[in-house]
């Protein structure tokens, strides 16, 4: 074996890896919406047993968990599906528990942070001035800090469920 034929295994190994983790078209764009409808139905079923009573804002709550789980879904699957491939079946579920509660709750808080910031906008310092980014960087993270505090209520009792069940299927699929 030469010197040059041995950094070339685990580029194969890697490319292989990589290219076994794109799921079908099929299975990235059902499994989004469908991931996206589970999450809307865990906020507005959370809504419902909280008995929140702002409903004017209903609509677009469910919109944002709706877009959260879809992104998060598009993100996740081949997340699941790279780190999973050729584990055991653990590894497989624990990779799955990862990538897709942890990715379904950051995109989500990500698109509640983008709101906040586009609302207090209107008041910060004008753009690339040092002052600006003081204002983006503590903006964004007291709507993550508010979104930690207010919006994980939201996935509960449902959600938890919901992502315990979908691991378990993307664990068996994803050998």
Not at 27 to 52: K, P, V
Not at 107 to 122: C, D, P
Not at 138 to 146: G, R, V
């Amino acid at each position: 074996m030469t010197m040059d034929a041995q950094p070339e295994i685990p580029n194969r190994s890697f490319r292989i890896r990589l290219s076994a983790s794109v799921p079908s078209l099929t299975q990235w764009t059902l499994g989004a919406l469908a991931w996206g409808a589970a999450m809307a139905f865990s906020c507005l079923l959370s809504i419902t047993i909280l008995r929140w009573t702002p409903y004017a804002h209903e609509r677009q709550l469910l919109l944002l968990f709706f877009v959260g789980g879809v992104l998060a879904w598009l993100i996740a699957l081949p997340l699941v599906r790279f780190f999973s491939l050729g584990r055991p079946a653990e590894t497989r579920l624990a990779a799955a528990l990862l990538f897709l509660s942890a990715g379904t709750v950051g995109m989500t808080a990500y698109l509640f942070a983008v709101e906040y910031r586009a609302f207090y906008a209107q008041w910060h310092a004008p753009f690339g001035t040092k002052i600006w980014a003081y204002q983006y960087a503590y903006t964004t993270a007291s709507a993550f800090y508010q979104f930690a505090i207010l919006g994980l209520r939201f996935y509960f009792p449902l959600g938890l469920l919901l992502v315990v069940a979908a691991s378990i299927l993307l664990a068996r699929r994803s050998r």
